[in-house]
Each structure stands twice: as structure tokens, then as C-alpha cells.
């Protein structure tokens, strides 16, 4: 897929920045200034998930992460943000999102953000010894402290606390 050229790249580095301000209104503004023929880019569906996340549309957001594993399925992190909107959307759960992940896991068993989003969904089905594999993988996949600490701030992995902080 060829990058988006100016005014385009623009527009979208606008929404972007916009978007990291808080300003939703003025970030959808930017987007639609990108032209038509790009507004299906992957870079500009990017941010539009990212505008219906931040708004908590997760339907639409779901729909576009949908889209996007079909246009850059090499991405695990749009496997990661589909698999966020579904958990979240009417109709998802975490059930379905955790189908996601292991299916996404196929492709990229070196993803550590596949691992711990793993450990988060089984630790909140109740699943504690799936869940303290997972973490153990995502440790081992990146920087063990690093993942330790978000861990120890994560809600979903909250049964886990005590035994993480020994």
C-alpha cells in the first residue's frame, strides 16, 4: 500500500495530533479533509479506530479493526485492536476477543502484547493458571519488570496482584 502524499499525510498527522490532545471534534474534522480515494487507507483507518475508541464506539471501531486485519493482516496490532473492540462492543465479551488473540497468537508467538492481553482475559474468566501462563510468556517475551509493573496496574489481572508483588 503506497504511503499517503501531502495534503493527505497532513491531514492525517493533524488528526493524529489532535487526537492525542483530546480533541476528537477537530480530529474528525482532519480526517475528513483526507480525500475520498484514501479514505480507506490503512493509516487513516488507524486513527478512525482510534477516534471511535476514544469516543467509546465500539462497534465502529470493531468494523474498522475488522477491516484492517483484512488490509495489513501482517500487523498484529491490528489483531490487538480488534480483539479490544470486541471485548468491548455489544455482543463481544471477553470470550470472543480472547478467540481473536489465540488466532492472532498463530501468527505472532513473539507479540508479547498478544501474550498479556491473553493473561488479562483468561485471569477475568477465572482462568488463573492460563492467565499466569500467559503473563509468564509475555515476560519472557519482552522486559519482564516492564510487564511485571503494568500488571500490577492492570485491573484485569487484579486476582494476580498479591502473587506478583512477592
Known sequence: MQSL???DSHHLSAATGWLELGNAVEAGT??????PQFQSHPDVLAVRYDLHAAAG?????????GTLT????????VWISLAYATRRKSGGGITRARAI???AWQTFPEEKIIAYNLACY???SGDLNAARSW???ACQLGDARQVKNMALQDPDLEALWA????
Do not use: F, N, T
Open 101 to 103: 488473540l489465540i488466532q
Open 57 to 65: 464506539r465500539w462497534e465502529a471501531a470493531a468494523e474498522i479493526a
Open 30 to 35: 482532519e480526517l475528513e479533509k483526507v480525500a
Open 122 to 124: 483468561d485471569c477475568q
Open 163 to 166: 502473587e506478583l508483588r512477592e
Open 5 to 7: 502524499e501531502p495534503p
Open 135 to 137: 503473563l509468564k510468556k
Open 70 to 77: 483484512r488490509l495489513a493482516p501482517d500487523q498484529p496490532g
